[in-house]
């Protein structure tokens, strides 16, 4: 029990520390009416935070608890967390009075954290520069992961930090890149913090300001969506900044071990990486299909070939940045772009959707099946980054699939119930789910969610925290045998 009020204190006092950045910019350029909205609640969650860490050091002292997290506490520690951030995020949303309700306000800092960039605003242009940061900034704080941000800093906790990155980190295959999962989280977070400087400055470079350039770098490096614009990415017409924002979308989507494997001299972890082939082939593929649907002359091919690949892998990456309304493209284009719906980015990465790999394990699982029926004593193995006998991954995902599509079916059917088109509420429970963000009719791309009924906007918040936490950890958190245990 202390390990977990001692992460919910870290997690806390983080969240409420990053109000200081909007606070500040707000006071500096002049929006000091906004200034309150992020200094009262972060003054207010300080001292919950310091009351939190007095308890658990209490509660230690009591009943002497061990530093190893368990599996069970790591759920409700990871879970809670993801909670806690998005309820405290929402707050200076809320006071600044440019949300017209709660649900509005949470709503907007869950699709925040989960990196989904799904808004309620209509109007983003009008709504104070430090919002639009703190927005953005919820995006680069969730992107990487807040847990793994507490178990960068775990030695200041004393407790051990596996189990809370294994709870958290996307993917059927969980693992370290260093021996010490601290320092696994610190050189994590060092390549994220690395990619997020060098992209604004690349946008700095062809033309967008520092405010820009700092939040559309925090949105495309997160996958996360939000703009400082109504038209996104779009606004701008500018074609270098597009094509930095592809790049960068794409390096987010990809499993971030192998930045560490590259960078310490193991490029040949990349060479071997299956889900890597399969997420490269996939986005090249989905790219050139969709440029041939789209291109009607010759003179078009660079801005359609641009304007597919964005879209391509903004959608593949779980981003929902836009450079051109999908939704007005041809049916079949809409089609490829539907699929993706489906794909999801890297394990490993800062994207949400079911993950290449697992679609991966489940091809190959199926090519097996033929095989076996061909030859039938035959003995045939699931070979992943050339590692043979992971057959038992095929049920494992096969579950998780089935599962995702089953939370998919219950968001739909809350769709219905609320009066919205089964089109629209199915795909909104897999951008929902998905972490995607824009869906198609009604809530494409260039549409916002500020239509919802209140209680699907509930509904929503919930979907896309299951999601990024990849379902167990969210329904685990909400099982009765944790709340038992703990009465």
């Given at each position: 029990m202390s390990q977990i009020l001692k992460i919910y204190a870290f997690i806390i006092a983080i969240t409420s520390l990053a109000f200081a950045l909007p606070a500040g910019y707000a006071y500096m350029f002049g929006e000091r009416q906004?200034?309150?909205?992020?200094?009262?609640?972060?003054?207010?969650?300080?001292?919950?935070?310091?009351?939190?860490?007095?308890?658990?050091?209490?509660?230690?002292?009591?009943y002497g608890?061990?530093?190893?997290?368990?599996?069970?506490?790591?759920?409700?520690?990871?879970?809670?967390?993801?909670?806690?951030?998005?309820?405290?995020?929402?707050?200076?949303?809320?006071?600044?009075?440019?949300?017209?309700?709660?649900?509005?306000?949470?709503?907007?800092?869950?699709?925040?954290?989960?990196?989904?960039?799904?808004?309620?605003?209509n109007n983003v242009e009008a709504l104070p520069k430090c919002i639009n940061l703190w927005r953005c900034l919820?995006?680069?704080?969730?992107?990487?992961?807040?847990?793994?941000?507490?178990?960068?800093?775990?030695?200041?906790?004393?407790?051990?930090?596996?189990?809370?990155?294994?709870?958290?980190?996307?993917?059927?295959?969980?693992?370290k890149v260093t021996t010490r999962m601290t320092n696994t989280a610190k050189v994590l977070w060092f390549i994220y913090c690395s990619f997020t400087l060098i992209q604004a400055g690349f946008l700095n470079f062809v033309g967008l300001d520092w405010y820009d350039s700092f939040c559309h770098s925090f949105s495309a490096i997160s996958t996360g969506g939000f703009s400082t614009r109504n038209a996104s990415i779009a606004s701008f017409g500018n074609p270098a900044v597009e094509w930095i924002c592809t790049i960068f979308m794409f390096l987010g989507s990809l499993n971030f071990a192998l930045y560490f494997h590259s960078f310490s001299g193991r490029k040949s972890e990349l060479y071997k990486d299956s889900e890597l082939k399969a997420f490269i082939l996939a986005t090249l593929l989905a790219g050139l299909f969709i440029t041939i649907f789209q291109v009607e002359r010759a003179s078009e091919i660079s801005s359609t070939l641009r304007h597919s690949f964005f879209q391509v892998v903004s959608i593949i990456?779980?981003?929902?940045?836009?450079?051109?309304?999908?939704?007005?493209?041809?049916?079949?284009?809409?089609?490829?772009?539907?699929?993706?719906?489906?794909?999801?980015?890297?394990?490993?990465s800062t994207s949400g959707g079911i993950k290449v790999v697992r679609w991966v394990i489940v091809l190959k699982q199926i090519a097996n099946e033929f095989r076996r029926i061909l030859h039938p004593h035959g003995v045939y193995t699931i070979r992943i980054n050339g590692v043979p006998g992971q057959e038992t991954l095929a049920s494992q995902v096969a579950s998780f699939i089935l599962l995702y599509l089953l939370v998919a079916g219950v968001v739909m059917l809350a769709g219905g119930i609320a009066g919205i088109s089964p089109g629209d509420s199915f795909c909104n429970a897999l951008a929902m789910i998905g972490n995607i963000g824009p869906a198609f009719g009604e809530y494409g791309p260039s549409q916002t969610y500020a239509t919802l009924p209140t209680s699907l906007k509930y509904v929503y918040s919930f979907a896309?925290?299951?999601?990024?936490?990849?379902i167990y950890t969210i329904l685990i958190l909400l099982g009765r045998f944790f709340a038992l245990r703990r009465i």
């Open positions: 906004v200034v309150f909205a992020f200094t009262f609640p972060m003054i207010v969650a300080f001292l919950l935070s310091g009351s939190l860490w007095h308890i658990a050091r209490k509660v230690k002292d009591l608890e061990a530093t190893r997290v368990e599996i069970k506490d790591a759920f409700v520690a990871v879970g809670g967390s993801w909670c806690i951030a998005s309820l405290l995020g929402s707050v200076p949303l809320w006071l600044s009075g440019c949300f017209g309700s709660y649900a509005d306000a949470l709503f907007e800092s869950v699709s925040g954290f989960t990196t989904t960039g799904a808004s309620v605003i919820s995006h680069w704080l969730g992107g990487m992961g807040i847990i793994a941000l507490v178990v960068a800093l775990m030695p200041l906790l004393g407790i051990g930090g596996f189990r809370l990155i294994q709870a958290e980190t996307t993917g059927p295959q969980k693992g990456s779980t981003t929902g940045l836009m450079s051109q309304d999908y939704c007005s493209w041809k049916p079949a284009s809409q089609i490829v772009v539907f699929c993706l719906f489906f794909a999801g980015g890297c394990s490993g896309m925290l299951a999601g990024r936490l990849e």
